[in-house]
């Protein structure tokens, strides 16, 4: 079932990418560099390109997408951002993009919680804490969530 990689311009979102790649299934990317975006549709990955603070944007890419891996550190990093503010806005406008679009399952990647299942989105939510460990750990705990039948105590 297909994934899309919020921020997988990152260096989390990269490693991520790494660790999904060689499985089946389709992955996608939205990314706001124009270069992360060739380099990843060279690699065989659909890619959108565009603002990470749209949240249409955001839904846009992951219509039909069952899962969503949202990295935190697109939202807080340098990129530019034209419709939100602060870095709390921009998760708050994927919500509501991932809401419009109907993804089922969201994968949350940062250093402290984020949307909580049901009570922010309308589905089962995993967090991945990244404090005080390797990408290449983060991503292969991201791409064995994504692998799961279940969220493990997900209920939301």
Known sequence: MPVIVIGADT???MATMNALLPRPGEVRAFVTSPQAAEDLRRRGVKVA???????SHVGGA??????AVLIADAAADDRPRAFADSPQAVIASWVEGLND?????VIYVSDRPGPTGRADLNVDVAYVNTRDRSPADIAAEIAALEDAAE???NAG
């Open 101 to 105: 679009a109907k993804v089922a399952r």
């Open 49 to 55: 390109l565009g603002d990470v603070s749209d949240g």
């Open 62 to 67: 992951a219509i039909n997408a069952y899962c």
């Open 11 to 13: 260096p989390l979102g």
């Open 151 to 153: 969220l493990p105590g």
